[in-house]
């Protein structure tokens, strides 16, 4: 479930339009879309170029997927919850047991069809369907950095994230720290 998270973070963090580190993140679009979806599912050696009918319904799964988040983050449970239902209805989301290579089988979910679109988003909605359903609902996050909107998933111990990267953490504490610099001078 995690890494179907971690892919419904990156395409929400590719996808979506609002701030990045403190910058305007205008979302690819166009031609740039179909390689940006790419770059945002997890690495696969027989996955070929995504075109361009799968990389505009991902992106608008991303957009529906950020308001899951939001929901979350701002305490809206039950509007998420209505939010991620959405989403297992129009991906027609369901569970089936796969094996993959010499693995031993696993619980994958499959979307109404099995194309790269639809699946992805069956899995992402079922992984947020999931998270949203139990205890780590408070995990779902949006970056609290000034000028950041990207989303996270906390895998601390402690549930203490509140930063999409690194980056953002290391801006807000230096901003923090030539703060508390200027106030003592």
Request: aromatic fraction near 4%.
């Amino acid at each position: 479930m995690l890494n179907l998270l971690d892919t419904a973070v990156s395409l929400v963090n590719a996808l979506t339009d609002g701030a990045r580190q403190g910058r305007p993140f205008t979302a690819p679009h166009g031609d740039a879309l179909p390689e940006a979806v790419h770059e945002a599912l997890p690495p696969s050696p027989d996955r070929i170029a995504v075109e361009a009918g799968h990389s505009a319904y991902l992106a608008h799964t991303a957009r529906q997927m950020r308001a899951v988040f939001e929901a979350v983050d701002s305490g809206r449970t039950d509007q998420a919850a209505q939010l991620v239902n959405t989403l297992l209805r129009t991906a027609g989301a369901r569970p089936q047991l796969d094996r993959v290579d010499d693995e031993p089988w696993q619980v994958h979910f499959h979307g109404a069809d099995d194309s790269l679109s639809v699946g992805w988003s069956a899995g992402c909605a079922t992984a947020l369907a999931l998270a949203v359903g139990s205890n780590l609902t408070g995990r779902l996050g949006v970056c609290t950095a000034p000028h950041c909107d990207r989303v996270y998933i906390d895998n601390s111990r402690n549930a203490v994230r509140h930063f999409c990267s690194t980056a953002c953490r290391s801006r807000v504490k230096a901003a923090t720290f030539r703060a508390r610099k200027a106030a003592q001078d």
